[in-house]
């Protein structure tokens, strides 16, 4: 198992380089997390906190009009205009390519950290795990080396594996995720199991989201690489729902 905070191919900052002065922006919808990480990373001869943000609004504002190497943000930030996650983060890359992201989060999903990592995102922190880890993952990030924190680094081993974050769904959000994929729509899919539509669409939604997926196309992909469905699966209308 990769050690944690290691990934393969990482490098660091050498201790003969240049003394570093990294400009620094935050984001969280929470407070306490923003104030909890500017306190950190005071400490620090290194890096200078220049700015924090709210959500994903007041952030492209901040990023469009000052100058930062590294942006520390969290992945579930509601209410701004960019949307948060997979999609804003997209966005960053493609409008400020060289800026270093370090993903700050509360979510433990295989599925997530899977679709940062293929992003290219460079640092994932836990936010159960140490804000001590911050600033090397700052300096990792900026380095061009990744850095994951002890508890991402366990999500990422189930990767490794091949688990794509099957475990992370209930039994019934893994039954709506395989008939989905399967080919039945949401009405089909409510029709087959006696559940609400509503309910339905709850438990897509819910597994979308610990999976870190948020199009219909990237679930039917994670379907095929999870093997839940392949060219020689019955169709599913042939088999006796499962009691709900």
């Known amino acids: 198992m990769t050690a944690p905070g290691r990934w393969p191919g990482e490098h ?3 201790s003969n380089m240049k003394p570093l002065n990294l400009r620094v922006v935050v984001a969280d919808d929470h407070p306490a997390v923003r104030a909890g990480v500017q306190h950190t990373l005071t400490v620090s001869s290194t890096v200078s906190v220049i700015g924090a943000a709210r959500d994903s609004t007041e952030l492209m504002e901040m990023l469009s009009r000052q100058a930062c190497e590294v942006l520390i943000s969290d992945y579930s930030m509601p209410g701004g205009h960019f949307g948060d996650g997979i999609t804003l983060f997209g966005l960053i890359r493609q409008r400020h390519p060289h800026l270093k992201i370090v993903v700050l989060t509360m979510l433990e999903s295989p599925g997530i ?3 940062l990592l293929n992003l290219g995102v460079p640092a994932i922190l836990s936010k ?3 804000l ?5 993952a700052i300096h990792g990030a900026y380095a061009n080396g990744r850095y994951l924190s002890p508890r991402i680094s366990e999500l990422a081993s189930t990767l490794d594996r091949g688990d794509y974050g099957i475990h992370m769904l209930t039994r019934r959000e893994l039954e709506v995720v395989r008939l989905f994929v ?3 729509t949401i009405n089909e ?3 087959r199991l006696h559940r609400s539509k509503k ?3 709850t438990q897509k939604g819910t597994a979308m989201l610990k999976l870190g997926l948020e199009r219909d196309i990237e679930l039917l992909r ?3 690489e999870a093997g839940l469905i392949s060219a020689n699966n019955p169709s599913p209308a042939g088999n006796p729902p499962e009691p709900g």
């Open 12 to 14: 660091y900052p050498c």
């Open 132 to 136: 001590n880890h911050l600033l090397p």
């Open 128 to 130: 159960s795990d140490s």
């Open 113 to 115: 950290v899977h679709s």
């Open 222 to 224: 994670y379907g095929i």
């Open 199 to 201: 309910t339905i669409s």
């Open 189 to 191: 899919i409510a029709d």
């Open 182 to 184: 399967s080919g039945l």
